[in-house]
């Protein structure tokens, strides 16, 4: 079966990071080692234009600079830093890293680029090797107390508490009690399960700073660690006393009632807390996004919860986001109808809202009303005529309605404005390579899939594709093979992708592991689709199992009526 993925970002907020070009980080000009022998004049001008550039938002041509400034002066770790930069920020990490590493390899003891490699591989979630780089960044700069905080909550978070604590205790011995080490050991101990010593540490912090909803939250915590709930509520209710519009308590007295299930106080608690103006937006925002994606309570207490998101609504009228956590609920909820019905809604009351134009495009995709999706599609496309992914998915809609021309045509323009984004990029070819196939210009289409895997070579949902469209034209069926295996050895559990593989072994004529495959998807719990059971049928009709394959295609037909072609199987297998 094949499959698309839509890379989405809803209502990011960017944080200023260790990759930032901003002042806080470095100054823009980084004046590094420079080579011997090589034209000062010449360099100089090529640099101030790349970052030039680079700060206009041409990233493309302030690299093209850079690459002539390392060819004026191959020892200009700056120029490789100022290139780190730019595809770090198109998100490029695996480059990044090579331009930092080559940088920092001309200029070994500068603490940007050692930063910035410990920050791409801690995004990565590779804390052995970012902690490698700050322990170097400690060894250089010693006085620079801050970094060895930093590389004593690394330690801690790679569990290698031991170190973690020396750094701690180092602190408090130099200074006593304080609220940068001491806190950061407590949370340390925590995470060590060690609750008694932690507590001990909280207290000591709590004598200086009795008010301190940090350090109270903290106790609260240790409570919760030890099993003594009761105390811990004791904590929030004298914080909630002594200032009961706080919102950091409420916002901790929330975050303790969901971890105990508590959803009767938690919705007593909600009333007060949509009301307190000290509550952040932000906050209200995110702490119903994270109720919604709680199974039990959207089961339970979907009445409340709907009750307190219409409160949330009225207290913002004019807000564009908020009103869309109504319809995510429902969506939750898999009501996909109801969802549409109040999307189009908020789109009458204001046609400018971005937001729930994108939400409703996506339901209308989820629905399969393909009809709708091109016709909303087209409208969201045109109003808003640099989204990427109002045009990828009004794309989807025409191909899907046969509407090749259109589909290509806004490929195109989604294909501008995908840049520099390999991600975006892969997906705007993985769905070009479906149309080329659908078109049955076979040789285009596998033409553009393996352009989409220079991109990416990867990336699961492109050979999944290609290796499925492989097998339904019998061609390249070993190397197909191959291609599935390797998808489901990384994701076991996809049904998407093990449903291509268990296909392309039946036409590999590999019919016991075939049925083995489709079986086990079957009786997965998952979703049901009408792929499943067709292929399936098709499997047991090669193993001369007819009365099972009519089975299985029956229920096929009951999932999608479309699948008219095997109602033709079904006679001939019967016969």
């Known amino acids: 079966m094949k499959t698309y993925k839509f890379y989405i970002v809803y209502l990011a907020i960017v944080l200023a990071s260790i990759f930032s070009c901003g002042k806080k980080i470095a100054p823009s000009l980084v004046i590094g080692k420079q080579g011997k022998n090589y034209d000062a004049a010449a360099f100089d001008y090529v640099y101030v234009e790349a970052v030039k550039q680079k700060i206009m938002g041409n990233s493309g041509d302030a690299l093209k600079y850079l690459e002539q400034c390392v060819k004026i002066n191959p020892e200009s770790d700056a120029a490789y830093y100022q290139m780190a930069q730019i595809v770090i920020?198109?998100?490029?990490?695996?480059?990044?890293?090579?331009?930092?590493?080559?940088?920092?390899?001309?200029?070994?003891?500068?603490l940007w680029y050692l930063m910035m490699l410990s920050g791409m591989y801690y995004q990565e979630k590779n804390l052995d090797s970012a902690i490698i780089y700050y322990e170097k960044a400690v060894k250089y700069f010693p006085e620079k107390e801050s970094l060895q905080l930093t590389l004593g909550n690394l330690y801690?978070?790679?569990?290698?508490?031991?170190?973690?604590?020396?750094?701690?205790?180092?602190?408090?011995?130099?200074?006593?009690?304080?609220?940068?080490?001491?806190?950061?050991?407590?949370?340390?101990l925590m995470s060590e399960r060690k609750y008694d010593v932690a507590q001990v540490k909280a207290q000591s912090l709590l004598k200086q700073y009795p008010d301190e909803i940090l350090y109270n939250g903290l106790l609260a915590e240790i409570y919760r660690g030890k099993?003594?709930?009761?105390?811990?509520?004791?904590?929030?209710?004298?914080?909630?006393?002594?200032?009961?519009?706080?919102?950091?308590?409420?916002?901790?007295?929330?975050?303790?009632?969901?971890?105990?299930?508590?959803?009767?106080?938690?919705?007593?608690?909600?009333?007060?807390?949509?009301?307190?103006?000290?509550v952040t937006r932000e906050d209200k925002i995110a702490l119903?996004?994270?109720?919604?994606?709680?199974?039990?309570?959207?089961?339970d207490k979907d009445d409340?919860?709907?009750?307190?998101?219409?409160?949330?609504?009225?207290?913002?009228?004019?807000?564009v986001i908020i009103p869309l956590l109504r319809p995510e609920l429902l969506i939750k909820q898999e009501k996909l109808s109801e969802a549409s019905v109040r999307l189009e809604f908020l789109i009458k009351e204001n046609p400018e809202n971005y937001y729930a134009w994108e939400k409703l495009l996506l339901v209308y995709l989820q629905m399969k009303d393909f009809n709708k999706l091109m016709i909303r599609g087209e409208e969201c496309a045109t109003k808003f005529n640099t989204s990427f992914l109002a045009k990828v998915l009004y794309a989807n809609g025409a191909i899907e309605n046969g509407k090749y021309s259109i589909a290509l045509e806004e490929l195109k323009k989604a294909e501008i404005l995908a840049g520099e984004n390999k991600d975006s990029m892969v997906?705007?070819?993985?769905?070009?390579?479906?149309?080329?196939?659908?078109?049955?210009?076979?040789?285009?289409?596998?033409?553009?899939?393996?352009?989409?895997?220079?991109?990416?070579?990867d990336d699961l949902t492109v050979i999944n594709n290609y290796a499925y469209y492989l097998a339904e034209q019998n061609m390249k069926?070993?190397?197909?093979?191959?291609?599935?295996?390797?998808?489901?050895?990384?994701e076991k559990n996809n049904s998407t992708f093990l449903d291509t593989y268990g296909w392309i072994l039946y036409k590999r004529g590999k019919l016991a592991e075939a049925a083995k495959i489709m079986e086990s998807i079957i009786n997965s719990g998952g979703k049901p689709t009408a792929e499943w059971y067709e292929h399936y049928g098709f499997i047991l009709k090669k193993q001369k199992k007819c009365t099972?394959?009519?089975?299985?295609?029956?229920?096929?037909?009951?999932?999608?009526?479309?699948?008219?072609?095997?109602?033709?199987e079904i006679k001939n297998c019967g016969n």
């Open 89 to 110: 920020a198109n998100g490029d990490l695996k480059n990044g890293k090579k331009y930092a590493s080559k940088a920092l390899s001309l200029n070994d003891k500068n």
């Open 156 to 188: 801690s978070e790679n569990k290698n508490f031991e170190k973690a604590n020396t750094i701690f205790d180092s602190f408090d011995t130099k200074y006593g009690v304080n609220e940068a080490s001491t806190l950061s050991s407590i949370k340390s």
């Open 227 to 278: 099993g003594e709930k009761e105390k811990a509520l004791e904590v929030y209710n004298k914080l909630i006393e002594r200032d009961p519009d706080n919102a950091q308590t409420q916002l901790s007295l929330c975050d303790f009632l969901i971890t105990e299930k508590n959803y009767d106080d938690l919705f007593r608690l909600l009333n007060t807390l949509i009301l307190n103006s000290n």
């Open 288 to 299: 119903f996004a994270r109720l919604i994606e709680l199974p039990d309570l959207v089961k």
């Open 304 to 319: 409340k919860l709907t009750i307190a998101l219409m409160v949330l609504e009225a207290n913002y009228n004019k807000d």
């Open 427 to 457: 997906q705007v070819l993985t769905m070009r390579a479906d149309i080329y196939y659908r078109m049955k210009d076979y040789a285009k289409s596998f033409e553009i899939f393996d352009q989409a895997l220079k991109y990416n070579k």
């Open 477 to 490: 069926l070993k190397e197909a093979e191959g291609m599935a295996k390797k998808v489901v050895e990384t």
């Open 548 to 568: 099972k394959a009519i089975e299985n295609w029956n229920i096929a037909l009951k999932l999608d009526s479309t699948k008219t072609h095997l109602i033709k």
